[in-house]
């Protein structure tokens, strides 16, 4: 994987070669990202203490400096994320038992809201670094990177274990070892999944800010300097334009590091795909044709990747001559102690629960929990529904007309990442003004930004339809309704079916913001779990955290086993 | 003599679990022995096990029950002094010919330097100098395998593992790519000490072998071994090469005594073949110039189908009565003639009263729908029963042959949605 550039052609000192003017137009641009990471980076350690007021200002000339903080942020999580998913992808890969409890609890940490790990990351960090900001700052980090990591780790663990036999057994003839594997055969394989992934996450990152910046923690308001928390104070100070700022900060922002950073990373990671069949998208990136002609920043990458390479032979498989002693792990006897484990654990906080919820919460609660779950998912279930009936024909349309699909893949994507707490002030003074009621009409902010993972993968799959199938259809005179139900329908169906297990699962997430409005002193609310884990957050009642927090994870799981899986498993059999 | 064997197998036997816990023997008794200086080629057909003796012998799967050794020392993991060429090439898209060239001597820790001037010139013994920095897509299958090969023979190995490395490319291109390998193998530029092919193209393996090997079925075993004297290179239209091939033909085609009657049990294999294929074959079989009698390598050559197609066509008509396999021919019967006559609708009733009377499967299949009063089942009972017999997706890949053979002989109809079966619907009460 390491040949971005081809390391052998050139010569091999940096002071022999003058720069051209490739060298010119970049050189500036780098020093300003890395001057703005460095600022960025020192802004972080300041000293703090719990109680002291962290003053967020509305003024926008302040915008660009919270930017570099919620990106650098955004970036810090999401470098920690790769971390996490290198790690867990390689260990549930490899060991049978890991396996067997690493994924079921993605499946949990997935379903839980970025709220619940922030009510029990938060006190540790700030224990961490006493009298520093750099503990709140981490916090926030853990909370993004909460909002990003389990779906990268779990696209890298499925790459990871579907790598074509093939190159498998070619890896074990030449003897690669295990750390040569990784980079040179599984992580290549799984690198267009992670990327888009990692693509996702960051708006994922997005779409929380707020509630991972204005971190409020024993009754405290702690607002880290950030696009997020400045989306906050707006909105506590009724200040509407101070929102359409934010809106277009943030869309500067969005837009930088996908130029700055995506693109030339889709560009480059272009050959890791491994079929040629993947359509004629090669993507393409302005600011990866200037490094791959700036002569300074060639020869740089070059010592980069030779570095790497050598890297490489760290570790080399020893010619083995007695056979792999795996006998232990393989005797029957030690399944039946693993199984036993498993199921005390099991017992104990089966026991743990029921002792939980007796003393602390009472019956009663959990109850009504469960009842205000159903509100929500009769709530998230209707919503996905209308907005499927919306978005799949617009979709389709637009996949049809590929001179269209791209742009509007771009566009869906920057919405996605488009936290709701910046409509508060539409919905507001809609719902105020109309005198709406607010159990029906806050229900659309729920799929507000996840509906759009339903267009942008309906737009792929209809793009994806075969031109002749088209062709065929026309041939035979099919038209109107026909032609929906016997072709783009069932074309479109499992690339839909991933879209609306996406939305879905955000729209619980969701949820939480958007049951419980706030515009200044009103405060709009629906009856539902979101808006009782974010009262409950409010009041700080972590015991009704918890429950509440559980509950969501329970329906998100049962919904998605029994309803979206069996959907899925369909869907795959079709195809 | 037994300082110069390079890979000595003894009593190897391999078997894989069925999805109900059922053990199948893929290979029983394999006593096989690679010596210093010769090629030796490995004839089958497919579920004689010939990919899973080589997969042992390159250390990627353990064997069960027997030894093999290389080089005096037991394999249970690959060696530095076996390479393997794959049927796929296996070529990793994103690294550079170089790269992949290189992959091998990474592996062992080789000095980048070194690791360069060894792939440049393995590169240019193999034709490949200036496509170092090529990608593999961008090159076409030949050239592919011959990365492929380069990658193999670039770490120096003793003994090269061919798994139908010229199978997936076209006829022309793999005989060329065979005859350099022969080449570079007689004038001794390769440090290579022994090849094994596994192949299931009997000219190929004419062509190149000085040592043929041929495994039977289920389990897989050594059959029949044939020395080849014939100095290379040789040519297929010689005399020898010809009268040989139509020996291995008929030595391949020939039913192991064991399996006299041959579809009797439930869980025969039934080969995986085309129907339109097999009329095909039928009919050209009927045709002249062979008039109802065509030696196997002249109807190959008459068909240009390769005998990984033919053969299991061959055994589809064979056990449906319409032709058989004696000696190397291929003779139509009565009712093969009858066949090729009739016109569709009775060819579909041919078909179908064939498939009943010599599939144990489909009669199977049709008495359980009859005594139904609904005349439908579902998949899952003869699959399980299936399972008995064979490895799970082997059992599904036969029941699938079961189900389209029966659609054509309209014995019974399959519903994929429900995967279920039923008898035809103009029959059903």
Redesign the interface.
């Known amino acids: ?1 390491f ?1 971005v550039f ?1 390391t ?1 052609r050139a010569g091999r000192t940096l002071l022999n070669i003058s720069p051209n003017r490739w060298d010119w137009a970049l050189l500036p641009l780098l020093l300003a990202v890395l001057v703005a990471i460095a600022f960025g980076a020192t802004q972080m350690s300041r000293p703090f203490v719990i109680g002291q007021a962290t003053t967020i200002t509305l003024d926008p000339a302040y915008l660009p400096y919270y930017l570099l903080r919620t990106i650098l942020r955004m970036f810090t999580a999401l470098a920690f994320a790769l971390l996490f998913s290198f790690a867990f992808a390689a260990i549930a890969a490899k060991y049978r038992t890991a396996e067997k409890i690493m994924i079921p609890s993605l499946d949990i940490l997935q379903s839980v809201p970025i709220l619940g790990f922030q009510a029990i990351a938060i006190a540790p960090f700030i224990a961490l670094f006493p009298g520093n900001l750099l503990g709140v700052e981490c916090a926030a980090i853990f909370a993004i990177f909460t909002s990003q990591a389990w779906n990268m780790a779990f696209s890298l663990y499925q790459s990871i274990r579907t790598v ?1 036999p ?2 498998n ?2 890896s ?6 295990a750390w ?1 594997r990784f980079w ?2 599984e992580l ?1 394989y799984a ?1 267009p999944g992670l990327l888009w992934n990692m693509m996702m996450s960051m708006s994922g990152g997005w779409f929380f800010l707020v509630a991972a910046e204005a971190v409020s923690v024993a009754g405290q308001d702690i607002k880290l300097p950030g696009i997020g928390a400045y989306i906050a104070v707006a909105i506590e100070a009724e200040n509407g334009t101070a929102i359409a700022w934010a809106i277009a900060a943030m869309l500067a922002g969005i837009l930088l590091y996908d130029q700055l950073f995506f693109r030339p990373l889709l560009a480059w990671a272009d ?4 079929e ?1 069949s993947q359509g004629d998208t090669a993507q393409g990136s302005w600011l990866l044709d200037w490094g791959r002609r700036s002569r300074l920043i060639r020869m740089m990458s070059e010592r980069f990747w030779a570095t790497m ?2 890297a ?2 760290w570790q ?2 020893k ?3 007695a ?2 002693s795996g006998t232990f792990l393989a005797h029957p006897g030690w399944k039946h102690v693993q199984n036993g484990i498993l199921i005390a654990a099991f017992l104990i906080a089966v026991y743990q629960l029921v002792v939980f919820v007796h003393d602390d919460v009472g019956w009663e609660e959990v109850l009504h929990v469960g009842m205000l779950g159903g509100i929500t998912l009769a709530r998230v279930m209707l919503l996905i529904g209308l907005a499927s009936l919306i978005w799949v024909p617009i979709a389709v349309w637009i996949g049809l007309r590929p001179q269209y699909a791209q742009r509007v893949q771009a566009v869906a994507q920057f919405l996605a990442a488009f936290p709701v707490n910046l409509m508060f002030p539409l919905v507001v003074y809609l719902l105020v003004t109309f005198r709406l009621t607010p159990n029906i009409w806050l229900s659309p902010l729920m799929v507000f930004g996840t509906q759009w993972y339903i267009l942008f993968n309906v737009v792929a799959g209809a793009s994806a339809i075969p031109n002749e199938l088209r062709l065929a259809a026309d041939n035979l005179g099919l038209n109107g309704w026909l032609k929906w139900k016997r072709i783009y329908l069932p074309a479109i169906f499992p690339s839909y079916i991933t879209g609306a297990i996406t939305a879905s699962g955000g729209s619980w997430n969701a949820s939480i913001v958007a049951e419980y409005v706030t515009w200044g002193n009103t405060t709009l609310m629906a009856d539902g779990l979101g808006s009782y884990i974010k009262q409950m957050t409010d009041a700080g009642d972590f015991h009704r955290i918890a429950l509440g927090i559980g509950v969501m994870c329970i329906f998100v799981m049962l919904l998605n086993r029994f309803f979206w899986r069996r959907l899925y498993l369909l869907a795959e059999n079709r195809s | 003599m037994s300082q110069n064997v390079l890979i000595n197998l003894d009593g190897v036997a391999k078997t894989f679990q069925t999805a109900d816990g059922a053990q199948r023997t893929v290979l029983e008794d394999v006593n096989f022995k690679l010596a210093e200086g010769e090629i030796v080629a490995l004839l089958g057909k497919s579920g004689s096990g010939k990919s899973t003796l080589l ?1 042992i012998m ?3 799967i353990p064997a069960d029950r027997g030894k093999a050794v290389y080089r005096g ?2 394999i ?5 002094g ?3 060429v ?5 070529l ?5 010919v170089q ?1 992949n060239v290189e ?2 001597l ?4 080789i000095a ?1 330097e070194e690791r ?1 001037k060894r792939a440049d010139a393995m590169l240019e013994l193999i034709g490949l100098s200036g496509f170092g ?1 090529a ?1 593999p ?1 961008e090159l076409s299958g030949g050239m592919r395998q011959r990365v492929g090969i380069a ?1 193999a023979l670039v ?1 120096g190995p003793d003994v090269l593992l061919m798994d139908e490395a010229f199978s997936a490319l076209d006829v022309l291109t793999g005989e060329t790519l065979r005859d350099d390998i022969l080449e570079l193998w007689d004038s001794g530029r390769i440090p290579t000490r022994g090849i094994l092919v596994v192949s299931h193209n009997i000219e190929e393996a004419v062509m190149m072998a000085d040592r043929i090997i041929i495994m039977s079925s289920n389990p897989g075993r050594i059959r029949s071994e044939i020395r080849v004297n014939l100095p290379r290179p040789r040519t297929v239209e010689s005399y020898d090469v010809r009268r040989l091939i139509d020996e291995v033909y008929g030595l391949m085609t020939m039913r192991p005594a064991t399996a006299a009657a041959p579809a009797a049990n439930l869980g025969y294999r039934l080969p995986e073949t085309d129907i339109s294929l097999m009329e095909g074959v039928l009919e050209s079989l009927a045709d002249a110039p062979f008039n109802g009698r065509a030696d196997l390598p002249k109807l190959s050559e008459e068909t240009e189908l390769p005998d990984e197609k033919l053969f299991p066509a061959f055994e589809a008509l064979g056990l449906l009565g319409l032709a058989h396999v004696e000696k190397g021919d291929l003779t139509l019967t009565p009712l093969g003639r009858r066949y090729v006559q009739a016109e569709q609708p009775e060819r579909q009733e041919l078909f179908g009263q064939q498939l009943i009377a010599h599939v144990p499967l489909a009669a199977q299949i049709r008495k359980r729908l009859e005594q139904e009063t609904t005349g439908s089942l579902p998949e899952d009972p003869f699959l399980d029963l299936l399972e008995e017999h064979l490895k799970d997706d082997e059992a599904k890949r036969v029941l699938g042959v079961a189900v389209e053979w029966g659609r054509y002989g309209e014995v019974y109809e399959y519903d994929y949605h429900t995967g279920r079966l039923m008898l035809p619907a103009d029959e059903e009460a």
């Not at chain 1, 050959?271 to 491994?274: D, V």
């Not at chain 2, 249970?76 to 530095?80: A, D, K, L, Y």
């Open positions: 994987m040949g081809d052998r074509p093939e190159l057994e070619a074990q003839v030449f003897r690669l070892s040569q040179r055969l290549p690198m050959k890791f795909r491994f040629e390479q050598r490489l032979s080399v498989k010619e083995k001559v056979p792999a | 997969r390159a250390g990627l020392s037991e249970f993991e690959p060696v530095t076996i390479a393997m794959f049927q796929s090439f296996a990793f898209p994103w690294l550079t790269q992959l091998g990474e592996a062992q820790g980048p360069e920095g990608l897509r990658r770490t």
